[in-house]
């Protein structure tokens, strides 16, 4: 008998973190947090962190668990969340994935195989020298030559993901993206289900809108503040994270608190967007659009339990 696993995602704002915690609640499930930034300590504000009073004595993982100067990329978030599962099952509990980090679930769910990855590191470090010189645009620009489908899926931004997808045609002759590919064909080794949590698109945006407005009133001109004045800088892979590149440009007098502002409500739109996309390749995905539920939160909940029960996931609710 495979091992249960439920994964809850879909694009920031849409209200993934208290519906996270009422379907624990209802499943006898714990949550592994599938984002890229919740990780990292001290970056609550723009990254949206769960509260701990919003766990309601939910266990939550890979939340708070690394300094921005750590490094956290997709092998290891995989392997931490296998552990972390393993754990949650000898306790006779329900691993939950929660987060809009698509490549990350992509990486538990399908179990995919990352030591093909060669270490030529002398390729990587030309490629980190090409990054510091010519821009991440140029090493953007090198991918899309030879993989255009991960330079559409890899933001220029992201350079660590960039260098590892040239570093692996460099190595194989092959796109990252057909390895991917395959990968993702395989079967899952979970019983699974993948609910995507989705609303109309300008009540999306105005939602970003709104998060936003109230990171701003919560403080988070004060946090990347401290976390500039603790050392962490802009090469971070964190400090490259939505929220806190376009503060820091504030910061150091590169441009006006209204266009960070601006940049960052636009940036976030075209990341939803560019989740939204990601999620509607995905296969054996449920869809669930909060306006056919009319936004309550309890008939989502008895419509995910519903599929839960018939998937065999769970048999009975708390």
Known sequence: ??????????????????????????????????????????????????????????????????????????????????????EILQKGKVPILVGGTGFYIQSVLYDIDFTENGEDSSYRRELEELAKTKGAEHLHQMLAQVDPISAQEIHANNIKRVIRALEYYHETGEPISEHNERERQKESPYRYAYFVLNDERTRLYERINQRIDLMLEEGLIDE????????????????????????????????????????????????????????????????????????????????????LQEKGIITTCQ
Request: aromatic share 10%; hydrophobic share 40%; charged share 30%.
């Open 1 to 86: 008998m495979k091992q249960p696993l439920i994964i809850l995602t879909g694009p920031t704002a849409v209200g993934k973190t208290a519906l996270s915690v009422e379907l624990a609640k209802a499943v006898n499930g714990e949550i592994i947090s599938a984002d890229s930034m919740q990780v990292y300590k001290g970056m609550d504000i723009g990254s949206a962190k769960v509260r701990p009073v919003e766990m309601q004595g939910i266990p939550h993982y890979l939340i708070d668990e690394l300094e921005p100067d750590e490094e956290f990329h997709v092998v290891k978030f995989q392997s931490l969340a296998k552990k972390y599962m393993q």
């Open 224 to 307: 990347v503040r401290q976390l500039r004045e603790r050392g962490f800088t802009r090469n971070m892979v964190s400090m490259q994270g939505l929220g806190y590149k376009e503060i820091l440009d504030y910061l150091d007098g590169d441009c006006t608190l209204e266009d960070a502002v601006y940049r960052l409500k636009r940036d976030t739109r075209h990341f939803a967007k560019r989740q939204i996309t990601w999620f509607k390749r995905e296969r054996d995905v449920c869809w669930v659009e909060k306006q056919e539920f009319a936004y309550q939160n309890d008939r989502i909940l008895d419509f995910m339990i519903h599929i």
